[in-house]
């Protein structure tokens, strides 16, 4: 084996040419071997390799120590860095690319020096791709799931919303029938409104909202701490202020053609009432039958399509009585009324 020893090797016009280029090594050998730009009396470093194997470029305003990195074959990997430090850019053996990080966990990893950052995971698992911000540090993440059929949106490594192939939202479950499906844990409200504009009032309303009953559907005042009222599993309605009175706007001012009722006991003599069992759950009720309201009060009719449980026994439409007795109980007194004063003036 032949041995060739010299301390330098210029490509140039001459040996004192500046803009050589010079294969060298430093008068005091540290291991290094240096390309540059002059002469062996005076070499400008462009690029050193190291003892290591670590590649340094060196520019005329700024040096980039260690800023590429070739491992060794076991691991594969490739690290550029630019003057911020480390973990600039890395390709690793799985072809992952991580900025920041050393040791991406998917193709691409973008990281902070905390441990946080975004991971993109194309086919993470079978058939969905996952981007997620995530914090190696923590284990805290929120992940984003795509796949052939929905958007899936995690926290914490729990899925907690998604959004289906069909345009159906589910929150915090992953079944349901509706557009906009909400499932609640235990001492959650299904929706708070807040209005953070002056003397505005803020709402909630859902399951158990104002009573903590699991069988209630309730509406409540946040802002002012006031239940407004709710429902029950079996149908009822509370109102909030214990009132069985709905108020119905009867200004005046916007009314027309105003003329008084002719007759009130004929109408209420016509009406018979019943009591009756709904087939449905055998539920006991008393009321008025519908197809008998209309012939007298056709009015206060509402005709409407039949819900699933009615479709059993009804297949065109459902009758339903908006019913409004009580100007007609007013004037039938009035007139039991006039007739009781006029046997009392008859008996006078």
């Not at 690319?97 to 998917?106: D, E, K, L």
């Not at 003397?199 to 946040?222: A, E, M």
């Amino acid at each position: 084996m032949s041995t060739v020893k010299v301390n330098a090797a210029q490509i140039g016009q001459s040996v004192t040419a500046t803009n050589n280029f010079t294969w060298y090594q430093p008068a005091s050998p540290d291991g290094t071997v240096r390309l540059g730009n002059g002469n062996s009396g005076s070499v400008t470093d462009l690029i050193t390799v190291g003892t290591t194997g670590n590649l340094t470029f060196t520019g005329t305003t700024e040096t980039y120590t260690n800023s590429v990195t070739i491992s060794a074959a076991s691991t594969k990997t490739l690290t550029l860095n630019g003057g911020a430090g480390s973990n600039g850019l890395v390709l690793d053996a799985s072809n992952n690319i991580g900025i920041g990080t050393s040791s991406p966990a998917g193709k691409f990893v973008v990281a902070a020096s905390n441990g946080a950052g975004f991971e993109f995971l194309p086919s993470n698992v079978t058939n969905q791709n996952w981007v997620q911000s995530y914090n190696r540090t923590t284990s805290a993440y929120v992940s984003t799931v795509n796949n052939s059929l929905s958007h899936l949106f995690y926290c914490s490594g729990a899925e907690q919303m998604r959004l289906d192939s069909t345009g159906s939202l589910f929150i915090g479950g992953t079944s349901g029938t509706s557009r906009l499906n909400l499932t609640l844990t235990s001492g959650l409200s299904a929706v708070s409104i807040y209005d953070l504009t002056t003397s505005g009032l803020s709402w909630q309303f859902g399951p158990r909202v104002g009573t903590g009953t699991v069988t209630d559907f309730g509406f409540y005042n946040i802002s002012g701490s006031v239940l407004c009222g709710r429902f029950t599993s079996s149908g009822a309605w509370y109102q909030g202020n214990n009132s069985a009175v709905w108020s119905v706007t009867s200004d005046k001012r916007i009314k027309k053609n105003i003329v008084s009722l002719a007759n009130g006991l004929d109408i209420i003599n016509s009406l018979r009432p019943v009591e009756f069992d709904y087939k449905e759950n055998d539920r006991h009720d008393l009321g008025f039958i519908a197809q008998e309201y209309e012939m007298v009060l056709p009015d206060q009719i509402v005709k409407e399509n039949p819900n699933d449980v009615h479709k059993e026994w009804v297949d065109d439409e459902v009758l339903s009585i908006q019913q409004n007795l009580t100007p007609y109980l007013v004037k039938a007194i009035q007139e039991l009324s006039a007739e009781l004063n006029e046997l009392k003036q008859r008996i006078k």
